[in-house]
């Protein structure tokens, strides 16, 4: 078969949220995008290729979810004017079988417009093993569309699906509605009809919808279809909805056959376990339980204490060949903290290995610049990578398996109150990822008020870039300052972040940001089991991202860091223990009493002080490079040249360091680094993500509220940790700025009466 004579197929996938679209996409390009069960994850559409029809080339879009054609958010406004602007050539409307009523209502809309449709039954294997049957024939003949039982996740019945859209591309459809039309109903079609548009049944029922964008897309019929629609008393948009969930549930509903008892125990199961997940009361603590659990496994020093079980006290013992890599100070470490020690052996092996290649003393700096700097500086992010993969494993687990989307809706009710809805949540919890993704999905959100809010409290949800930062530096707190577990400290951080976020949200939601926001529908997806296949792709993805960074942007960020802090302003080469005439610690020493007020300033002292002013700077290019910087200085502070420490020891040693030359280091300073580095302006690639997304003019003022919550949070909890007694300051503060928001928005709710009235 020759390139030209190829045939070229347009199939668009269109169908609710949670539907199974992407999964089918992927299944039928071998693409591995996002699959999240949750509704609202595709949010911009994406294509690619299906080939195994011969001499035809389906080239298939996964279009973003939508409940309806009647556009209430950004995404269904793309769904939509894809398929009426760019004329697929079939249009494959995918339906959760499991959820038939909800889903057809949007078939019902799309039967409407003039384009060859085939529908696609998914999740057929859950109908399956609940023992019921979906009778495909019979709905197609009611439809008047090809309807094909698939699995998309199992790959059941997709090229038989591929084969009909085939057909079906190729013989023009007339559109069909399912409503019967009254005689308002029919003018208004003749009007669209005499205007020659195309789909005019579409067209003219959702002009009688009083649809916003047919208004703007025809205005002459639409304005036509208001004329005829002012001499009826009928609301047709009540009367349209009715008269299709009325058609569904006569025609359709029944052609669910056989739900066995079982599967009607089924259901009752997961409404159970909903009865608990969501409780009003239990929700938030057992969320609360299980983010515990996650942190203690993949970061806590301590997991287990063995206490009297003397053999696995001999096994594990001091000085037996597994203290420090399973065991410490009586106490098993977690799965997470001793994958991270393997690595940091295999690295500081290798690290090791190659610096012994360099025996000449003429090649000391080059030995220094491959181990410490380029060498120290990947090692220091693939180091953590396994923790940042298990904590990324156990937020997968939670997403797919349908738990956050339980966790979404506890946080509406709450939200709610501060004019966010549960929709937001989900862009939130997707930072705790990374907040490039999460920024870009606050698309789903309705209002622009709101996405704005969204976008500005994403950094505050700490990615999986920061999780280094809190670990390192939340272990030297544990170690050497006393605190308890680091995992609590970690789970700390990330709960303040949370809070912060609810705060900053209530607080611009009652003043610069004064808005209604609309209700928020939500359909909590029935509970999967998480698929290996999706889990793996998900971490595959994650970790590619890690690796790809390590290897450029932190890479280059570890050769500028080694140069400024071997060469000095004249260019003589400066050896470790001169570091602290190099050009980068005079450039530390120049911003440091930035951070005073933060507790890791000027106090810290000239000698090594620079260091943590350097850090928090270079995390604005990627957070990794926070941690990276801090293994970096950490080693060569060691002055051994094959460090092979983890990223713990290297913080230790800059500490030890830092109070060694009569700096002043306290744990409030090392908490608020945590937490400024946490809230301040996120990395490069998500402020260019920002960009993107906020409105024109919003960036500025989104980067100022970064910085200025950064640097208050950072002191407050400087202050507070360090000198307990100014808690009563901060709350004080809080709460002044809470009665001024309260009062503010008073007020203006006055003065926009005042007006009205
Ligand atoms: P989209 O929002 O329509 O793109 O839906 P996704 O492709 O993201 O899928 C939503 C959820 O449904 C994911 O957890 C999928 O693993 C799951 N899923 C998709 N197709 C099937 C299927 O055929 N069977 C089962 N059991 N689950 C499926
Ligand atoms: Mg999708």
Not at 626 to 636: D, E, K, P, S, W
Request: hydrophobic share 50%; net charge negative.
């Amino acid at each position: 078969m020759k390139e030209h004579e190829e045939r070229r197929i347009r199939v668009a996938l269109l169908g609710n949220p949670n539907s199974g679209k992407t999964t089918l996409f992927n299944a039928l390009t071998g693409a591995t995008a996002y699959v999240g069960n949750w509704p609202g994850v595709t949010v911009e559409k994406r294509s690619g290729v299906y080939r195994r029809i011969k001499g035809i080339k389906l080239e298939i879009v996964d279009l973003p979810g939508i409940y309806s054609l009647s556009p209430y958010s950004p995404e269904e406004e793309i769904a939509r004017n894809y398929i009426i602007d760019e004329h697929p050539d079939v249009v494959i409307n995918v339906v959760d079988a499991t959820n038939l009523e909800r889903n057809l209502y949007m078939s019902t809309q799309l039967l409407e417009m003039d384009v060859p449709s085939v529908i696609a039954l998914n999740m057929s294997d859950i109908l399956d093993k609940e023992g019921k049957q979906l009778q495909a024939a019979q709905l197609a003949k009611v439809l008047g569309v090809p309807v094909v039982s698939i699995s998309a996740l199992k790959g059941k019945g997709i090229h038989e699906l591929m084969e009909k859209a085939k057909e079906a591309a190729s013989t023009p459809r007339e559109g069909r509605t399912v409503l019967s039309l009254d005689k308002t109903m029919e003018d208004a079609l003749d009007a669209y009809r005499k205007a020659g548009i195309e789909s005019p049944l579409f067209h003219a029922i959702k002009a009688m919808e009083k649809d916003e964008l047919e208004a703007k897309k025809n205005p002459g019929p639409y304005k036509e279809v208001t004329g005829i629609l002012s001499s009826s008393e009928k609301d047709y948009e009540i009367e349209i909805a009715d008269g299709r969930y009325a058609f569904i549930e006569k025609e359709c509903a029944p052609l669910q056959a056989g739900r066995p008892k079982e599967a009607r125990e089924k259901l009752n199961f997961s409404d159970k376990v909903d009865k608990v997940l969501t409780n009003r009361f239990a929700g938030i603590p057992i969320f609360a339980v299980l983010l515990f659990l996650i942190f203690h496994i993949v970061f806590s020093e301590d997991f287990l204490y063995l206490s009297a079980s003397g053999a696995i006290q001999g096994t594990f013992a001091e000085g037996t060949m597994w203290e420090g890599l399973f065991y410490a100070d009586g106490a098993i470490m977690s799965p997470g903290v001793i994958l991270a020690n393997f690595v940091n052996c295999l690295t500081g092996g290798l690290t090791t290995a190659v610096s012994g290649w360099f025996t000449d003393p003429s090649l000391i700096p080059l030995q220094g610049f491959i181990c410490d700097g380029v060498l120290g500086g990947l090692f220091a992010v693939i180091g953590f990578i396994p923790q940042i993969l298990f904590l990324f494993l156990f937020f997968s687990i939670l997403e797919d398996s349908g738990y956050m989307a339980r966790v979404a809706f506890i946080f509406d009710r709450i939200f709610r109150r501060f004019g966010l809805s549960g929709r937001a949540f989900l862009p939130m919890i997707m930072g705790f990822g990374c907040s490039v993704p999460a920024m870009i999905n606050t698309r789903t959100l309705v209002t622009e008020k709101e996405r704005i809010q969204t976008i500005r409290v994403i950094p505050f949800f700490s990615c999986m870039a920061k999780a280094p930062i809190l670990a390192a530096v939340a272990g030297v707190l544990a170690s050497d300052f006393g605190w308890v577990a680091s995992d609590l400290i970690a789970l700390g951080v990330y709960v303040f972040g949370m809070i912060i976020a609810i705060v900053s949200i209530l607080v611009m939601h009652l003043t610069t940001m004064r808005e209604k926001v609309p209700p928020f529908i939500m359909e909590l997806p029935s509970y999967h089991l998480p698929q290996a296949r999706a889990l793996g792709i998900h971490i595959w993805d994650k970790a590619k991202h890690f690796f790809k960074k390590a290897f450029t942007i932190i890479f280059l960020t570890t050769i500028i860091i080694w140069v400024l802090s071997h060469f000095s302003w004249d260019y003589t080469y400066l050896a470790n223990n001169q570091i602290n005439e190099s050009v980068l610690a005079d450039i530390g020493r120049l911003i440091q009493p930035l951070f005073t007020p933060l507790g890791f300033g000027s106090q810290l002292g000239t000698a090594w002080g620079w260091a943590f002013a350097v850090t928090a700077i270079t995390g604005l290019i990627a957070k990794e490079n926070v941690i990276m910087t801090m293994a970096y200085l950490g080693a060569a502070i060691l002055h051994i040249e094959e460090f092979g420490g983890s990223d713990v020891e290297a913080v230790q040693a800059l500490v030890e360091a830092v109070t060694s030359t009569g700096g002043v280091l306290t744990s409030g300073a090392l908490f608020a680094f945590i937490m400024f580095n946490v809230l301040t302006i996120p990395c490069f690639a998500a402020v260019a993500t920002a960009h993107a997304e906020l409105p024109k003019g919003k960036l500025k003022w989104t980067l100022l509220f970064w910085l200025v919550v950064s640097y208050v949070g950072g002191t407050s909890f400087y202050l507070m940790i360090d000198y307990p007694w100014t808690i009563a300051i901060v709350a004080a503060l809080l709460a002044g700025l809470f009665a001024f928001a309260y009062f503010y928005n008073k007020k203006m709710n006055e003065k926009e009466r005042g007006v009205t009235a």
